[in-house]
């Protein structure tokens, strides 16, 4: 099975073409829903606990991410160090839902994950994909979606450059404009990766 990783700044929409992929009949490896259930485990809950207290959690005893990022995207140690805590358990999630999903016969998947490269998760990719768009394109998508401006430097900051996560792709993707010209690109990768 060939993973395909999925690369590009904040809102250039990855996680549109990662659902393209799977509408062509790749499995997903989203690392979002792997830290969602990482979040949940009952070491890791304790490990938060311990580091930033109880502020950082819901009602219903849950890590609340958003508060958890506040602390984690204002203050680098801070976010090194929930990392650390992490990323080792979502990559194994990850290398076992691909697994799973290559067991079950699919050609290929995608990853969609925003730290791919800085969490080392490109090593269980075949191919990188870079997804563009221009900087104002992608500013105006994360605003609309409630994100302030600094919200989003803070998480661009979070991440390698656009300009290295460009140049360590295999295939670029443009996704400035509508959903038809991104699907017609998706499309031609797929028929060249998998045939």
Known sequence: MKVIGILGGVASGKSLVAAELGRLGAGLLDADRAAHDVLRMPEIEAAVRRRWGASVFDADGRIDRARLARIVFAAPPERRHLERLTHPKIGRLLAQEAERLEAGGRAAAALDAPLLLEAGWDKLCDTLVFVDAPRDVRLARAVARGWSREDFVAREEAQE???????????????????????????????????
Request: no cysteine.
């Open 161 to 195: 450059s656009v300009r290295a996560k460009r140049e360590r792709a295999d295939f670029v993707i443009d996704n400035s404009g509508s959903l038809e010209p991104t699907r017609s690109q998706v499309e031609r990768l797929w028929r060249s990766l998998v045939g």
